[in-house]
């Protein structure tokens, strides 16, 4: 059915500002290729060229030996909305194309995948081990939830491979990683971490929301999952919610049963907007990671500026190891302002003309928040220091505007 499915080889290492419509010789289509048409059906409903909108909570049978037949052969078919429509259904073989895997499996949001997948996966007793640079929410319904069912979570300094190995026991079921990971955007040796897993048979999952299938491909390194919050690039409009875990067949379908069940899926509307998006994903994508660049090093060279996290730039403690594994380095940039309090750094976000104040990432319309108020507000200073949340920290999400226009607002607005 799908006219265009291939596994796509590791992105080839470039500077993120080449154009990079440039998937190795001999091995098929492109990544563009790939992302507008992977997935699809050559001949749609109505003849038309885009995918339908099913609006459709349940799906007719022709007869009861129809059903019986759909039960007994289990052949492809819809049933009722909760176990899946057509659309999310496209969505997810062109998301496991894109990424490289057997299976990608759809949910509501971001968080509706991670939690869907750690719950399909753990049993009381189990053990999961996170590097500790890690979305607050992930950390949260691990410490928090998990414990609830006498799962336990440990946490281990982000890149201390020999840690997070003294912490397996026979109990661990599972590795934790963000990469790069928010806000600090540290990258994680997916070989060497793939490689911890194999060793002590312990599957291993990546949360590459920051990075895309496009700059990093985690399952050709030997990562079991990857999770995307496609709410952020792979939607891309910063107009809807969506989340995804890739991985094999197999090690997915407790998964995909437990989502039927709990009921986490997206609508068909917003699996159409998610297709949509994807249309454009590799143009997006270069963009981000050109303006991403452009700014970090605009600010790096910035006399108001105490320091820059980006990954693409030399003085990035994981330059080396982002440009091993990396095509591009995204859109996103973090920096400090020099000799700033809280309420200086405020007034910088507060002066900006095109970034909009707001929390997520990915998506068309650059984004700017200061994490010690956005996501941090409420803990204390101790806590803060320990994640490296410092008061004079912006978190910069750069759309796809214009370079110039995002560097002359910064410029404006470090000046006032
Ligand atoms: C946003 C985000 C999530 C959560 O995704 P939602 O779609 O908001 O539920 C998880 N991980 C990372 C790295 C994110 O940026």
């Not at 190795?24 to 992977?38: D, E």
């Not at 194309?97 to 971001?110: D, I, K, P, Q, V």
């Not at 607050?136 to 201390?160: N, W």
Request: charge should be negative.
């Amino acid at each position: 059915m799908a006219s265009i499915t291939r596994t796509p080889t590791r992105p080839p290492v470039s500077t993120p500002t080449e154009p990079a419509s440039d998937e190795s010789p001999n091995s098929g289509p492109g990544f563009s290729t790939l992302s507008v048409h992977a997935g699809e059906a050559r001949q749609k409903p109505g003849d038309a060229v885009t995918d339908a909108i099913f609006c459709a909570s349940t799906y007719t049978f022709p007869s009861t030996q129809s059903i019986i037949d759909f039960i007994e052969e289990e052949h492809e078919r819809e049933e009722y909305g909760r176990y899946g429509n057509p659309g999310e259904r496209v969505a997810e073989r062109k998301l496991a194309t894109l990424e490289g895997a057997e299976s990608a499996l759809l949910f509501a949001s971001g968080m509706a995948a991670f939690v869907g997948l750690l719950m399909a996966k753990l049993n009381t007793g189990d053990e999961v081990i996170f590097f500790d640079e890690c979305y607050h929410r992930s950390r949260e319904f691990c410490f928090k939830h998990l414990a609830r069912f006498g799962v336990k979570t440990l946490q281990v300094t982000t890149g201390d491979y020999a840690a997070m190995e003294a912490a397996i026991t026979p109990r661990t079921r599972m590795l934790i990683s963000e990469s790069p990971t928010n806000p600090h955007l540290s990258c994680i040796d997916l070989e060497r971490f793939a490689e911890l897993g194999r060793k002590h048979e312990v599957e291993t999952l990546i949360d590459a929301t920051l990075a895309t299938p496009y700059n990093l491909r985690p399952i050709n390194a030997g990562i079991d999952y990857v999770l995307h919050s496609a709410t952020k690039y792979l939607a891309g409009h910063n107009d809807l919610l969506a989340g995804v875990v890739c991985g094999s067949k197999e090690q997915l379908e407790p998964v995909r049963n437990l989502r039927g069940i709990m009921g986490g899926i997206n609508s068909p509307q917003n699996a159409y907007l998610l297709l949509r998006g994807l249309k454009t994903f590799e143009l997006r994508m270069q963009r981000h990671n050109a303006n991403g660049l452009a700014v970090a090093r605009f600010l790096e060279q910035h006399p108001r500026i105490e320091k820059v996290y980006y990954p693409g730039l030399e003085s990035h403690d994981y330059h080396d190891m982002a440009k091993r594994y990396m095509r591009g380095y995204g859109g996103l940039v973090t920096f400090c302002v020099k000799d700033a309090d809280w309420r200086a750094t405020a007034d910088v976000i507060d002066a900006v003309r095109i970034p909009r104040i707001a929390p997520s990432l990915g998506g068309v319309e650059t984004l700017i928040e200061q994490p010690l108020v956005m996501s941090y507000y409420k803990q204390t200073p101790e806590d803060r220091a320990r994640f490296g949340i410092s008061d004079n920290m912006i978190r910069l999400a750069c759309g796809i505007e214009d370079a110039a226009d995002l560097i002359a607002d910064l410029e404006q607005a470090l000046a006032q």
